[in-house]
């Protein structure tokens, strides 16, 4: 109850301090504009002096501006009723931090770290680094049970929030499939392995749906940083992807993205390629456990983890899998209290287990 109390009385003093101009959620940067502002496409390299970031009109008189930034304020509000849930919820036995690290090109990227409440002095935990998918999530209430048992088995956690992710403001929601957010995805690791208490011999990376095509794209651009790899329903090719999906869909995503550059794979095919994970399997090293369910209705089995494991066995990677028929829920079977969502949790922790050896 304290939860959905604290929820509204957020929404409510977010929407009147809009409209009462309240100087506590206005910005001190103001564009000028009367629309939104273009969203910074950040996997660029680091600009030169003399280049300024671009913000929303806090202060506009349009409503569409306005609409926008309540969106995002309310994106923000929400995510601190999520941290404090799993606080109230797992506070007792994890330790939560939010921080924000850099990635490769400078931009600082929000992150949770999950740990032990009472860690062991001077010992080095091994790591993994978990990935939320879709298409503007975030962390949530679905990643809270992952979270708690492995920091119950002896593993320390970190949580990006890559671009993309809602929640933390309009320039870092924009989307850039498979560049920036797999850019932040190894910054994370890179941020965590020099930290005095991880052992950054032993990080695994876990990713499900996005998050599994992000995981894959990571271990293929950096084949010997990861020990271990979970790849959970993930999408492995982006040009499928953009071929089934709706029509306002497809130009979301091509919009969003400078990599696309406002293009759909028929004007910029290469990009979309590039961006597929199944294109690049001779690339991995890294040992892979790959779980999936048939009667996917978003990332069709057939079409995406049926193809990797081919072309895994046919390229002679070390990897393990396992496909469930017709799983409750689908793509989104991680999410059920089921069987099948229980088996595929033992599976994760024996294969981490492995590798990672808490």
């Known amino acids: 109850m304290k939860t959905r109390y604290l929820a509204t009385w957020c929404c409510t003093l977010v929407f009147s301090a809009l ?42 008189d349009d409503l569409a501006t306005k609409i926008d930034v309540i969106t995002h304020a ?16 797992h506070g007792d036995r994890v330790k939560l931090k939010r921080i924000a690290y850099a990635s490769a090109d400078g931009t600082l990227i929000p992150a949770y770290v999950f740990t032990p409440v009472k860690p062991e002095s001077g010992k080095k935990y091994p790591a993994i680094v978990m990935l939320h998918g879709g298409f503007h999530e975030r962390f949530d209430w679905r990643w809270f049970q992952l979270i708690d048992l492995a ?28 560049v920036t957010d797999t850019a932040d995805a190894l910054g994370a690791a890179h941020y965590f392995a020099g930290q005095d208490y991880v052992d950054g011999a032993h ?29 959970i329903v993930g999408l492995t090719d982006f040009v499928a992807y953009m071929a089934y999906k709706p029509e306002y869909r497809r130009q979301e995503v091509a ?14 095919l290469a990009a979309y390629m590039d961006v597929s994970p199944i294109n690049h399997v001779d690339r991995i ?18 079409l995406h983890t049926g193809r990797l494991l081919d072309v895994l066995k046919a390229k002679g990677k070390v990897f393990e ?38």
């Open 255 to 268: 919009r969003e993205s400078a990599y696309f550059k406002g293009k759909l794979p028929n004007e910029n």
């Open 74 to 89: 309310l994106y923000e509000e929400e995510q601190h009723v999520l941290t404090l849930t799993f606080i109230q919820q």
């Open 151 to 178: 920091v119950a088995k002896g593993y320390v956690v970190i949580f990006p929030e890559y671009r993309g992710s809602r929640g933390y403001g309009e320039n870092h929601y924009a989307n850039n499939y498979g």
């Open 19 to 60: 409209f009462a101009g309240n100087p506590a959620v206005a910005s001190d940067a103001k564009d000028g504009t009367s629309s939104p502002a273009k969203k910074e496409t950040a996997d660029k390299k680091v600009g030169k002096e003399g280049d300024l970031d671009k913000y929303i009109n806090r202060d506009s």
């Open 203 to 231: 990080i695994g990376i876990l990713g499900q749906s996005r998050g599994g095509m992000v995981t894959l794209l990571a271990i293929e651009k950096e084949p010997k940083l990861f020990a271990a790899a979970i790849d």
């Open 321 to 358: 899998s396992k496909t469930y028929d017709n799983a409750p829920g689908g793509h989104i079977f991680m999410d059920g209290d089921t069987p099948e969502q229980r088996d595929a949790l033992q599976r994760c922790f024996d294969f981490l287990g492995k590798y990672l050896r808490p």
């Open 285 to 302: 090293q890294t040992p892979l456990l790959v779980l999936a369910t048939k009667g996917d209705k978003i990332a069709p089995y057939d």
